[in-house]
């Protein structure tokens, strides 16, 4: 049985590789090559690591879907010739990143394994060293000559999460990411512990296919007590505006005002799609549990059921791109499709 994989190591920028400007002391991304003679363990691993980096490396808060089909493309040119795949990122928005690969590669069944750190890598504090390290370990584990792992997923501080079931919780603590509706996968401890029974089970009759389409002309609304009139009216009005993902109250719920849902019943009727998803950290949409959410299902609100916010948005740029009629964008909607809901 083969031990040692070959694994593509892809640097994005992030924290893990920023140094402090002399003049301003923010952090800013830095060389790959820099980053790579700080981690002198890397040479220490069974696997053999090659490297591929973004020619101008971001801080993830200028992520977009550009950046997004750059790295599934560089994973794609080269997907026959490694084993796994692990995307070194910000932590800002890894979790939509994630997401995205999550959508945009449909028949994985090798592991794209997205991580990070909250410290740069040259900190003597770092918690760069074990993300990396340990996401290559996963990356790396193979049963019967295939990867265990064959999903996009995210390591963080001891976890290894499904990617698309992710959100960052925490901008301070090592612990940054929590994946509150769906279990861990791999718990890193003295032995690194498979959860056999959450891992995605890839159809390996079926040959990897990438998407490469995203549709932005959507709107993200968090609702809030008093949030105004004219504004909403604005954004429904938005000529081009495909859908809308509402982040609504505990499990669905937006007021019953009637201007409120007259204004997403038009909003509806003009083809454009609007899901609910709970702004709650974890738990999911169910609608008509009260009385404050009955009025979006009648009017045809898509439910997001416990999808998190950002694998909504991903998904619903996902869906828009494939110019699909609103009776089945709703119905592919609201089915899982990588995992990403139950
Ligand atoms: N601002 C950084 C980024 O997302 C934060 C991090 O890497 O943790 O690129």
Not at 122 to 146: C, F, M, P, V, Y
Not at 173 to 202: E, I, M, R, T
Not at 254 to 270: D, G, H
Request: proline letters at 4%; glycine letters at 8%; charged letters at 20%.
């Amino acid at each position: 049985m083969k031990t040692s994989a070959n694994i593509l190591l892809i640097y994005t920028g992030g924290t893990i590789g920023m140094v402090k400007d002399f003049e301003t002391g923010a952090l800013k991304a830095f060389n790959f090559d820099e980053l790579l003679q700080n981690i002198p363990e890397l040479k220490l691993l069974e696997h053999s690591i090659e490297t591929v980096s973004f020619e101008k490396p971001i801080d993830s808060s200028n992520m977009r879907p550009a950046f997004w089909l750059q790295i599934a493309e560089m994973i794609e040119e080269r997907y026959e010739d490694y084993d796994g795949f692990v995307v070194l990122h910000g932590s800002d928005t890894m979790s939509y990143s994630a997401s995205a690969l999550s959508f945009m590669f449909e028949n994985l069944s090798k592991p794209i394994i997205f991580t990070g750190s909250q410290l740069p890598i040259g900190d003597l504090r770092t918690d760069a060293k074990e993300n990396l390290i340990t996401s290559i370990q996963i990356a790396g584990l193979q049963r019967h000559n295939k990867p265990v792992i064959s999903e996009v997923c995210l390591y963080f501080e001891y976890k290894l999460y499904r990617g698309n079931r992710t959100s960052k919780i925490n901008a301070e603590h090592f612990q940054a990411f929590a994946s509150p509706n769906y279990p861990p996968l791999v718990n890193s401890g003295v032995h690194l512990a498979v959860n056999d029974n959450a891992l995605w089970k890839p159809n390996n009759r079926r040959k990897m296919k990438l998407h490469t389409g995203l549709n932005d002309e959507i709107a993200l609304i968090k609702i809030f007590p008093g949030i105004n009139r004219s504004l909403l009216e604005h954004i429904m009005a938005k000529e081009g505006l495909q859908g809308v993902i509402l982040e609504t109250y505990g499990s669905g719920n937006a007021p019953t005002e009637e201007w409120f849902v007259n204004l997403l019943k038009q909003t509806i009727s003009r083809g454009v799609v609007i899901v609910n998803v709970t702004q709650c950290i974890g738990g999911s949409v169910s609608m008509g549990q009260y009385e404050t959410s009955t009025q979006l299902k009648k009017i045809g609100v898509i439910s997001g059921k416990d999808i998190t916010t950002e694998a909504a948005v991903v998904k619903m740029m996902y869906l828009l791109a494939k110019d699909l009629s609103p009776k089945v964008f709703k119905t592919i909607f609201e089915t899982s499709l990588r995992g990403e809901m139950s």
